[in-house]
């Protein structure tokens, strides 16, 4: 059948649009949740990539500046907050895990990107990586240089991200954070290098991944339980209990930790030396400490390697807890959220072993 040339350009746009349409339906649908930091920064020249300015640029713009996100997924944003993270309080993160989960909870929502500073992005993670109550992908991101600087590498980590929250590889893998071209676990990741862009490690237990082209290659997942296989509830919290670090060095004092104690810390987390050990003036006030109904979780500023129970303290006898592989910025935020559950030495320690 003949057709004339309005007739044949009406159809034309009419199969492009469907074609589009369908292309569209199949991609993922990502939302991007931004909370500020140095991906979101700007600096006063292309070769300023310290002494920047954080959290300066909105969500929309980092999405626009990166339109190849159209092509692996369908993406949204929403500015949940614009701080640089060294300023992340027990506050924003509960405010962040329920936004998530009422996310997650969406049929239309396939999986989140977070957008974040990196001074406090693992801990973000981990704490989302226990109170996450869903399959779906949750990757949080960040950048080591800010939007404006020449090697810029917010777009590409931007880009790595969406990907990553929209592949079905990822579901169940539990909260993921993604730098560099890699793909690690929320638990194990730490930062390690103060301005680098490769910064984020998971030194001893290694990477869960690559971002590699158009894919996520995945070769190793997490053996502790997190997500919805954790027993965390934040959905009816407005508060975390206070818990606070002490931390082991040569000459050590019991200053900081009393005036811990003093401001109303019901949880302490001790970052000793080696492998967890309670210098000889600080000993006894630990020991009082626990005495009078504060937790005492023993954990390491070395960073890597177990902290054995019973090693260079009793624990059994003084009723301590260690903190097993975590470093100490996470072992305070899976002890705040465990105080939520119980102040059972015995099953905070169970805990600690189980996450």
Do not use: C
């Not at 700007?42 to 999405?63: F, K, R």
């Not at 060294?86 to 924003?92: P, V």
């Not at 080591?144 to 991200?161: K, V």
Request: proline share 3%.
């Amino acid at each position: 059948m003949h057709r004339s040339k309005p007739a044949q350009f009406i159809f034309a746009l009419f199969a492009f649009l469907m074609a589009f349409s369908v292309h569209a339906q199949k991609l993922p649908n990502v939302m991007i949740l931004a909370t500020g930091g140095t991906i979101a920064g700007t600096g006063a020249t292309s070769t300023t990539t310290v002494g920047y300015t954080a959290a300066t640029v909105g969500v929309q713009q980092l999405i626009n500046a990166v339109p190849e996100l159209r092509k692996v997924a369908n993406v949204s944003g929403e500015q949940v907050f614009q701080i640089a993270s060294e300023s992340m309080t027990n506050e924003h993160w509960l405010t962040l895990g329920k936004r998530v989960n009422t996310l997650l909870a969406q049929p239309n929502v396939d999986g989140i990107v977070i957008t974040h500073g990196t001074d406090t992005l693992e801990e973000t993670a981990y704490f989302l990586n226990l109170v996450v109550k869903s399959r779906k992908p949750v990757v949080l991101v960040g950048a080591m240089r800010p939007s404006t600087a020449l090697s810029a590498d917010g777009p590409i980590n931007l880009y790595n991200a969406v990907l990553i929250a929209g592949s079905q590889d990822a579901v169940g893998k539990g909260v993921l954070v993604a730098l560099g071209d890699q793909i690690h676990s929320a638990r194990d990741v730490t930062k390690a290098n103060t301005s680098t862009p490769d910064a984020f490690k998971t030194a001893e237990l290694g990477m869960m991944g690559y971002v590699q082209g158009p894919k996520a290659h995945f070769y190793r997942v997490s053996t502790r339980k997190h997500t919805t296989e954790t027993e965390f509830d934040i959905s009816s919290l407005n508060a975390l209990p206070q818990v606070d670090i002490v931390y082991g060095y040569a000459n050590m004092n019991a200053v900081a930790l009393n005036a811990f104690i003093a401001a109303g810390a019901k949880g302490i987390i001790h970052a000793g030396t080696g492998d967890g050990s309670l210098a000889a003036k600080v000993k006894p006030d630990l020991i009082a400490a626990r005495k009078s109904g504060t937790i005492i979780v023993r954990s390491s500023r070395v960073g890597q390697g177990i902290l054995a129970r019973n090693g260079e303290a009793n624990d059994d006898e003084l009723d301590f807890v260690v903190a097993d592989t975590l470093n100490p910025q996470k072992a305070r935020i899976l002890l705040m959220l465990a105080m939520t559950k119980t102040s059972n030495t015995k099953e905070l320690q169970r805990m600690f072993y189980t996450y």
